[in-house]
């Protein structure tokens, strides 16, 4: 039976192409290129299985392919696998919001924070961090030779996913 066209969602942005970057549009497009295992336009339970089974997780429930289907409007074509995302990435802060937060701790404006005053920072203000979810951000984020963190660097990748020298 072959998919059915996609409605519009009520309430859903006219233009779903205006909220990413043309890069990111293109990474989304590969990224639904990829899922769309059968290459009908449409990701459904099928393209879910096989993506699952090509990452090596070959007993994937019905259930849960079910409730991942479940979690968009109608059949998943590009533009709802592309809603999808933007609404799933609404609660980011805009780069620039990110960056001023870590220019607070760095009035010089150096591009970089000491990695033992953000650790104390982050552990002993607000919403403390732990000891483990220190070392994973440093695991994930490495401080340089200097032992600083590159924070221009961390906005960037928070708020497109990759780092900017891999690119």
Known sequence: ???????????????????????????????????DQNRDGFIDKNDLRDTFAALGRLNVGNDELEDMLKEASGPINFTVFLTMFGE?????????TILNAFKIFDPE??????????????????????????????????????GNLDYKNLCYIITHGEDKEQE
Do not use: C, W
């Not at 779903?16 to 990829?34: G, L, P, W």
């Not at 799933?88 to 620039?96: A, N, R, V, Y």
């Not at 953000?118 to 220190?134: G, P, R, V, W």
């Open 109 to 146: 404006g150096k591009g970089v924070l000491r990695g033992e005053e953000i650790k104390y920072n982050l552990m002993s203000q607000a919403d403390k961090f732990t000891e483990a979810e220190i070392n994973q951000m440093f695991t994930n984020f490495p401080l340089d030779v200097a």
């Open 88 to 96: 799933k990435l609404k609660g980011t802060d805009p780069e620039e």
């Open 1 to 35: 039976m072959a998919p059915k066209k996609a409605k519009k969602k009520e309430g859903a942005s006219s233009n779903v192409f205006n909220m990413f970057e043309q890069s990111q549009i293109q990474e989304f497009k590969e990224a639904f290129t990829i899922m």
